[in-house]
Nanobody
Framework: VQLQASGGGLVQSGGSLRLSCAASGRTSSSYVMGWFRQAPGKEREFVAAIARSFDSTNYADSVKGRFTVSRDRAKNMVFLQMNNLKPEDTAIYYC??????????????????WGQGTLVTVSS
């Protein structure tokens, strides 16, 4: 399984960005895709996830109401729409895949596959 994330960039505070992640290879009929981020000098943290079953979602409290995770089943893609961005959202964003998962977990150890990351920079 390969994951390719894209869509990062530089945006002003209050702006929006849409990240995309394409999954290819041997994906199962049931999996979870998640977004995590890592800011300089900080540990990686959970952002959002979406499960294939019923498209159930899960969000970190810090992004709830501003970020929306969605998926395109036919294209095996997941998106992260980020609105009202803040400087503290600056980080490298990683998409990830839990091949056998059924629930949109916040636990990074459950995700076996990871993309290369895309940098999001929010200026104040």
């Amino acid at each position: 399984v390969q994951l390719q994330a894209s869509g990062g960039g530089l945006v002003q505070s209050g702006g929006s960005l849409r990240l995309s992640c394409a999954a290819s290879g041997r994906t199962s009929s049931s999996y979870v895709m998640g977004w995590f981020r890592q800011a300089p000098g900080k540990e990686r943290e959970f952002v959002a996830a979406i499960a294939r079953s019923f498209d159930s979602t899960n969000y970190a409290d810090s992004v709830k109401g501003r970020f929306t995770v969605s998926r395109d089943r036919a294209k095996n893609m997941v998106f992260l729409q980020m609105n009202n961005l803040k400087p503290e959202d600056t980080a490298i964003y990683y998409c990830s895949l839990d091949l056998s998962g059924r629930y949109a977990s916040r636990d990074s150890y459950k995700y076996e596959y990871w993309g290369q990351g895309t940098l999001v920079t929010v200026s104040s």
